[in-house]
């Protein structure tokens, strides 16, 4: 089951005793097998909300929360409600509660007023962090909105940052993904064609394995990781 929300946290914010980590509970209490966040803001990582999915078997080792920017002056101008500083001891504070914790991200290139400084301060910080993953945006105008009236990045920096960006996630994903291989996996199968199952592990790796009798999408399996292929894919033996 995956929570689709973009603020998850927000989640009956008005109410004092129906907020995530008890909604997570509730869910747990259902029997459900495998239990995602989909995206969870920063501020959200509450010590409450980490606590519960500790406890929580069927909650994945996975998250993704959105940074956007690894400058204070661009997150101030994005107005954002965090600094670099409290996005590292959040993200320190899930990784303890967690034990091999994937944490993926949004990340934007070529906000407005976004210099060459700044973008080389975003590319150390994600490095700084070690995500497993990145999804990376490059800044278009939305007619209306106050970034459209300020200082815009030409379209060929954003593109070049862009890239940068993307060429790190490439190396920060694949170092993830050779790290796990070896290791046993339970994979949620998504789909079997001609065979060969496709799924996700909990931490939200890729896997292809050749699939046993009622490896059917929505069946779980433990396979052992082999060989990355440099792609989107690990490869695995089923167990």
């Keep these: 089951l995956v929570l689709p929300a973009i603020t998850p946290g927000r989640y009956a914010a008005e109410l004092a005793d129906a907020r995530l980590p008890q909604l ?55 107005r954002r409600t965090y600094t670099t500083v409290q996005y590292v001891e959040w993200i320190d504070a899930a990784r303890e509660a967690l034990p091999g914790l994937a944490v993926t991200t949004d990340v934007m290139a070529g906000f407005p007023g976004e210099t060459d400084e700044q973008a080389a301060e975003t590319l150390a910080f994600v490095e700084r962090i070690g995500f497993a993953m990145l999804h990376v945006f490059r800044y278009s105008v939305r007619p209306g909105t106050p970034a459209a009236g300020m200082e ?32 046993l996996a339970e994979v949620l199968v998504e789909r079997v064609v001609d065979g060969v199952a496709e799924g996700t592990t ?18 779980l399996v433990n396979v052992r990781l082999a060989v990355h292929d440099d792609g989107d894919l690990l490869h695995g033996r089923r167990v």
């Design 24 to 78: 997570v509970a509730a869910i747990a209490e259902t029997g459900v097998a495998r239990l995602r966040l989909s995206s969870i803001e920063p501020p959200d990582l509450t010590p409450e909300l980490l606590s519960v999915l500790a406890e929580t078997p069927a909650a994945c080792p996975h998250l993704h929360v959105p940074l956007q920017s690894g400058s204070d002056a661009v997150l101030a101008a994005m």
């Design 202 to 219: 909990r931490d939200y790796l890729r896997v292809r394995f050749e699939a046993g009798d009622g490896d059917a999408p929505g069946t």
């Design 152 to 183: 815009q990045v030409d379209p060929g920096t954003r593109a070049c940052r862009a890239e940068a960006l993307r060429a790190l996630g490439e190396r920060m994903r694949t170092r993830h993904a050779h790290g796990r291989v070896g290791e």
